[in-house]
């Protein structure tokens, strides 16, 4: 299987367009050892021909810009993509805006949980996509199962599962902040993404968005070829610490990397082939080459992810 990093940053991408803080204003001067990060996806194939898409970001126009195996064959039909499937673990905007760059009545199974296909349903906007041309497919919990495009089976085995999170900042419930704004089970999820048949060392779980880590989870992950995690931040209150908002990593549903309950120590003790960070928000410290941040997580085994990024399984 082979798997691409198209966005590693969280919403809003790195730099984020209003954010003028140091780390953005690094990298938009092109300081060296700042990377620019597209918002959060991954896509995964089984035969390097037929691609699923995991997240659909709104940069995702150029992210398949900048990616030939999602872009037409040049032998190819007059009009065809190899992105067959697009699969979503939860209904933020930077992981569901981008299906409106796939519109134009291309045929593709989209996948989502219950909750994040009643959203799409509710905004109309996404009628784009016919669900004659586009049909969309609940996404059953820990049950793995074979990813289908138009033309049939992927090659690529997934199972979804919840973890903890939040739901959609948009969809929140503000008089519901003691019940997580109305967040009910499930509508954050992980995903396991294996080609057929594969064993847990070729396995990848893509995890974007996670509040918490429990034994249930580290058992899940235990042993696998790789893990996406929640990198969106560093530390629980640095949104505030850099003066750029108020909201904590816990109360937009991400849990932190240090710190005695970060992501960090939660898998301390994991075995994986590969543990890499995605959805890096644009405040994250691990997002500057040769910071103490970055150095840490490096010596506790991680890699920051990067557009794109490919991992082997
Ligand atoms: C998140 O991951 O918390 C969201 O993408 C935030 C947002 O919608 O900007
Ligand atoms: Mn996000």
Redesign the pocket.
């Known amino acids: 299987m082979k798997i691409r990093i198209l966005g590693s940053a ?3 991408g790195f730099p984020q367009w209003n954010c003028n803080a140091p780390l953005s204003r690094a990298v938009r001067e092109g300081r060296e050892g700042f990377l620019p990060r597209t918002q ?1 996806s991954i896509t995964a194939s089984a035969d390097g021909a037929n691609w699923a898409i995991f997240n659909a970001s709104p940069d995702l126009r150029q992210q398949i810009a900048a990616s030939p195996m999602l872009q037409p064959r040049s032998r190819g039909p007059l009009r065809h993509s190899p992105i067959k499937s697009v699969v979503l673990t ?1 209904a ?4 569901i805006a981008g299906l409106i760059n796939l519109r134009e009545r291309e045929p593709f199974t989209l996948y989502a949980s219950t909750r994040v296909l009643t959203t799409l349903a509710a905004n109309s906007i996404f009628n784009v996509l016919d669900p004659a041309v586009v049909p969309r497919r609940a996404l059953p919990f820990n049950r793995p199962f074979a990813l289908e495009g138009p033309d049939g089976a992927l090659g690529l085995t997934i199972e979804a599962f919840p973890v903890a999170g ?1 739901v ?3 969809l929140e419930e503000k008089g519901q902040a003691d019940a997580n704004f109305g967040t009910v089970e499930g509508d954050t999820i992980g995903l396991r993404i294996a080609a057929d048949g594969a064993g847990q060392e070729r396995a990848c779980y893509y995890i ?2 996670c509040a918490a880590i429990d034994g249930a989870l580290l058992d899940r992950v235990h042993g696998a070829g790789c893990l996406m995690f929640d990198g ?1 931040v560093f530390t629980d209150n640095e949104m505030r610490e850099a003066g750029v908002g108020e909201k904590t990593g816990a109360r ?3 849990l932190e990397i240090s710190g005695p309950g970060g992501s960090l120590a939660g898998f301390q003790h994991l075995r994986a082939g590969r543990r890499i960070f995605v ?1 890096i928000n644009t405040t994250n410290p691990i997002l500057e080459a040769g910071s103490a941040a970055e150095r840490q997580v490096k010596a506790a085994g991680w890699e920051v992810g990067f557009d794109g990024m490919e991992i082997e399984l």
């Open positions: 969280a919403g809003g959060s939860n933020d905007v930077d992981h939040k959609a900042l948009f974007p968005g969106t937009m549903g991400h959805h």
